[in-house]
């Protein structure tokens, strides 16, 4: 009789993983009678498939190698085809990325649609059908996202027109006044606008509702309202210069700078730039500081949602948001639009004297565990806050997980991922501190977890002002010595995301040699997030979704971009 251990059976993760990362000719293997070529991307193998064979690639993927998460849907056009592009990670460990390349004819730009697989693939393929003009077979609702049904053309194909006029006759818009009959023809729905000016939406959202009696049966979040196309601003602008001062303008609330991050850190990789890790100290410190920023105003503005006016909660969440908004004005001179990070580092240094922000920094940090024990009296222990947040706006982990969502929405739900850890950059992995879930699953532990990570950002914190104010004079490098023009070579891809304050922001850019990016993609949290609204709201109340939509902490300028 053998004493041997019994083989452990091959499992998803097992799928295309060697001890030295991923095997992409096993995974090849796998789904060899889709795939018609493969591409070389700089941090991500690209397999071309068939444009009829994405649903069958995808699910391959996902079920036997461990792929199930779809970071982003990225469409672009060539002069000699239209192209789809699906990010994909692993939950488990996002360092593991695969890029599927699905290509199609420019005289009809039609493929399967990815949706029956991820979730998340539904706002995205409708975006690139809307912003480039290629349609998805079977997707549930292929219509415009962004531009209003009635819009013209594509923006962002190479033949729009953008002179052509976009007025269309009355008749054909939507009746407003028609029959809705989402539950059904023979049942007795209302249908409700709420929005795009009702405060609890947050910006110009449009939420068509639908009611049947008090419960939602049907719900339809309506963006655009607010969209500039940034993505072509950025592709009309300059890698070296002219790009960074936009990501302030995605999540102004303020993200900012880890908007500056997302794009620093894709730059960066296409042009294999080297940031000194004083300067990688630098921006983890303002990071983490515009983090708790944002999760302030976040808990203020969810304070607003439930209790229904102007209250404590608030006014003390604005207040501690603004002693973090005079220390980062100390530090990058704004107190919204940052622009503190060029690529290959940060535009300065600690202000001087170095004491006095440092101790300020100090100050800040040593009151917040009084601050947060606050927020807890007045809130989390609240028998009204607790009535309308706990078991409402649930949201299971694998709903989660297959709409694409994160950041605190996804760690709310139980499931722990976080880029900072799991895809380390800056000086994070040099740190201490802990990723914060919850396994609540509703608005209640949305909440919870925005609170405590306030509390781990104030560890990196304290930890970066400590190294900083040691750090040897003579080696206080804040950039690399960057070209001033950047032309990364013709054909070059990278697809690179941070932990932002509302979960994974990407940026993917594709180089055609010259000094400005041939395609610039977002990915942006609030527009994956914003897809699982409807998701926590069947079968509640109005006022339940209003409670959900604040826990997912959208900003209509990063939907919409």
């Not at 009789?1 to 030295?20: N, Q, W």
């Not at 953008?162 to 049942?187: F, I, K, M, Y």
């Not at 948001?321 to 622009?339: H, P, S």
């Not at 100090?362 to 024990?373: A, K, Q, S, T, V």
Request: charged share 30%; with cysteine; glycine share 6%.
């Amino acid at each position: 009789m053998s004493l041997e251990e019994p083989e452990r059976p091959a499992t998803a993760d097992d799928v295309g993983v060697t001890e030295g990362g991923l095997d992409y000719d096993a995974l090849e293997d796998l789904v060899s009678e889709h795939v018609i070529d493969r591409e070389s991307h700089v941090n991500a193998e690209g397999l071309v498939i068939r444009p009829d064979a994405v649903q069958d690639t995808l699910s391959a993927l996902k079920e036997e190698a461990g792929f199930d998460h779809c970071s982003a849907v990225t469409a672009q056009e060539y002069e000699d085809r239209y192209e789809s592009i699906y990010h994909l990670k692993k939950f488990d460990d996002p360092t593991q990325q695969l890029s599927v390349v699905v290509p199609t004819n420019k005289d009809e730009p039609v493929s399967e649609s990815a949706e029956p697989v991820f979730r998340t693939a539904d706002w995205h393929e409708r975006e690139a059908y809307d912003l480039v003009g290629i349609e998805y077979d079977d997707h549930p609702d292929l219509r415009r996202i962004l531009l209003p049904e009635t819009w013209q053309g594509h923006p962002m194909g190479k033949d729009y027109n953008q002179n052509q006029p976009q007025v269309v006759t009355l008749r054909e818009h939507v009746n407003p006044l028609a029959e809705d009959h989402s539950a059904g023809e023979d049942s007795d729905t209302m249908f409700v606008n709420i929005g795009p000016h009702h405060p609890a939406t947050h910006g110009v959202l449009h939420v068509k509702t639908v009611l049947d009696g008090e419960q939602i049966v049907d719900l339809d979040p309506d963006i655009g309202y607010l969209h500039r196309n940034e993505e072509q601003m950025c592709e009309q602008s300059t890698y070296r210069h002219q790009i960074m001062p936009y990501p302030d303008r995605w999540d102004y609330t303020p993200g900012g700078i880890l908007n500056e991050w997302a794009y620093a850190r894709a730059a960066e990789s296409m042009a294999d730039i080297e940031v000194p890790e004083y300067a990688q100290v630098l921006r983890t410190m303002s990071a983490e500081l515009t983090r708790i920023a944002a999760h302030m105003l976040a808990l203020g503005t969810f304070g607003l949602d439930v209790y229904g006016d102007f209250n404590a909660i608030f006014m003390y969440a604005v207040r501690d948001r603004e002693a973090v908004q005079n220390i980062l004005e100390d530090l990058t001179g704004q107190r919204l639009m940052f622009n503190y990070f060029r690529l290959g580092g940060v535009a300065w240094d600690i202000p001087e004297p170095r004491e006095e922000f440092f101790e300020k920094t100090r100050e800040f940090l040593d009151g917040l565990p009084e601050y947060i024990e606050e927020y807890h009296n007045l809130i989390t222990e609240n028998e009204i806050f607790q009535l309308r947040c706990i078991d409402t706006g649930v949201l299971p982990p694998e709903v989660a997980k297959n709409y694409g969502a994160t950041g605190p929405v996804l760690r709310g739900s139980g499931v722990d991922y976080d880029l900072r850890r799991d895809d380390p950059y800056g000086y994070y992995d040099e740190l201490d501190w802990d990723v914060v879930t919850e396994d609540g699953c509703d608005n209640y532990s949305r909440v919870l977890v925005r609170m405590r990570e306030v509390e781990e950002s104030a560890k990196i914190i304290r930890q970066c002002v400590d190294l900083l104010e040691d750090w040897p004079e003579d080696d206080r490098e804040i950039q690399a010595n960057v070209p001033r023009t950047l032309r990364p070579e013709a054909g070059k891809e990278v697809y690179e995301a941070v932990e932002g304050a509302k979960g994974e922001l990407g940026i993917y850019m594709r180089s055609d040699g010259t000094d400005k990016p041939a395609r610039f993609k977002i990915r942006s949290p609030c527009f994956s997030n914003l897809q699982t609204l409807p998701e926590m709201s069947e079968g509640e109340y109005i006022p339940d979704m209003v409670a959900s939509l604040g826990s997912l902490d959208i900003v209509l300028g990063e939907v919409d971009r």
